[in-house]
């Protein structure tokens, strides 16, 4: 069965402050490795998807890395503005389309 | 206009009610997903569809049915509304293997 955990469940870093989101995963075989966004009372956004150990993607403060047991979720010099729930997700190759999600890190970002 | 919209944005139900919650998607997506998230628990799979008429099980569909008739929805039925599922009801669709695209999601409460 796919297992998805991410950690810290909570996370508070001031402004400027660089710090790192973790996926920990077990899956059969992995079709891809998504990352979103969650702001409150909205639907997920999406931000990255990687597919092979070794992948980095990027965007604006955010650096999306893998490997074959853990993704990682760098944030560089946070602003308030990226305060939300960061939510992990794996694809598995064996069995179908649907995605399995983690329960989330919850980031605070003060000023 | 919202790529994945759905509606209600909120509802308030009591036990025993047959409801339906809506989702349409103008992305024109092949495949569409019906998740409920819950505090502690994270997003779990209730259905999915990967064509007009199709529909397969997801990791918790007991007391809830769906229908897709048109491309375009998605319809989650809730036949005999219980208190156990007041929750935050999210749908997405995707093309194929590719990240979802999510809706804002529908707060459902029965009391």
């Known amino acids: 069965e796919d297992q998805v955990t991410q950690s810290p469940e909570a996370l508070r870093l001031q402004e400027g402050e660089s710090s790192s989101l973790n996926c920990s995963y077990t899956?059969?075989?992995?079709?891809?490795l998504f990352w979103y966004r969650q702001d409150p009372g909205k639907g997920p956004e999406f931000l990255f998807t990687?597919?092979?150990a070794g992948e980095e993607k990027e965007k604006e403060r955010l650096k999306a890395t893998l490997t074959k047991k853990e993704s990682f979720l760098h944030i560089t010099a946070p602003k308030p503005e990226d305060s939300a729930t960061y939510l992990c997700a794996v694809q598995n190759s064996n069995s179908g389309y649907a995605l399995n999600f983690g329960k989330g890190t919850s980031l605070l970002v003060t000023p | 206009d919202a790529d994945v919209t759905q509606t209600p944005r909120n509802r308030i139900t009591k036990t025993g009610k047959r409801i339906m919650l809506e989702c349409s998607q103008t992305k024109g997506h092949d495949r569409m997903y019906w998740y409920r998230q819950d505090p502690g628990l994270g997003l779990r799979l209730i259905y999915f569809?990967?064509?007009?008429?199709?529909?397969e099980k997801g990791d918790i569909p007991e007391g809830y049915s769906v229908s897709r008739e048109k491309k375009e929805r998605f319809s989650l039925i809730l036949e005999s509304a219980s208190t156990n599922q007041t929750s935050m009801y999210l749908c997405?669709?995707?093309?194929?293997?590719?990240?979802?695209?999510f809706g804002s999601g529908t707060r459902l409460t029965v009391v």
């Open positions: 990687l597919y092979s």
């Open positions: 997405a669709s995707s093309f194929r293997d590719y990240g979802y695209t």
């Open positions: 569809s990967y064509d007009v008429k199709m529909k």
């Open positions: 899956v059969s075989g992995l079709r891809g």
